[in-house]
């Protein structure tokens, strides 16, 4: 299974761009899917999960500027990151718990990491 991230990039400050992450391998099912962020030196922090059925929730920091969705049809999570912030600048990670065939349980996987910098 490989977890396959995009659309990271350069962005001015109150500018937008769409993260996705596609799923691939012999998944028979995937739980939670979520976007970790990560600066240097500091742990890799939640930014927002989605749950199997649709239930979502956020940091605070980004709550009303960020969406996460997911398109389980294509095993693919996004985040649309809205009115950037410098303070938003980031590797941007993406999560999922996965079922792989000949598996009875979930096992966590993480995307290689998108770099986001949000600069004038």
């Known amino acids: 299974v490989q977890l396959q991230a995009s659309g990271g990039g350069l962005v001015q400050p109150g500018g937008s761009l769409r993260l996705s992450c596609a799923a691939s391998?012999?998944?028979?099912?995937?739980?939670?899917m979520a976007w970790y962020r990560q600066t240097p030196g500091n742990l890799r922090d939640l930014v927002a999960f989605i749950e199997s059925g649709g239930v979502t929730a956020y940091i605070d920091s980004v709550k009303g500027r960020f969406t996460i969705s997911r398109d389980n049809a294509k095993n693919t999570v996004y985040l649309q990151m809205n009115t950037l912030k410098p303070g938003d600048t980031a590797v941007y990670y993406c999560y999922a718990a996965i079922r792989t065939s000949g598996s009875v349980m979930y096992s966590p996987y993480w995307g290689q990491g998108t770099l986001v910098t949000v600069s004038s």
């Open positions: 391998g012999t998944i028979v099912g995937i739980e939670d």
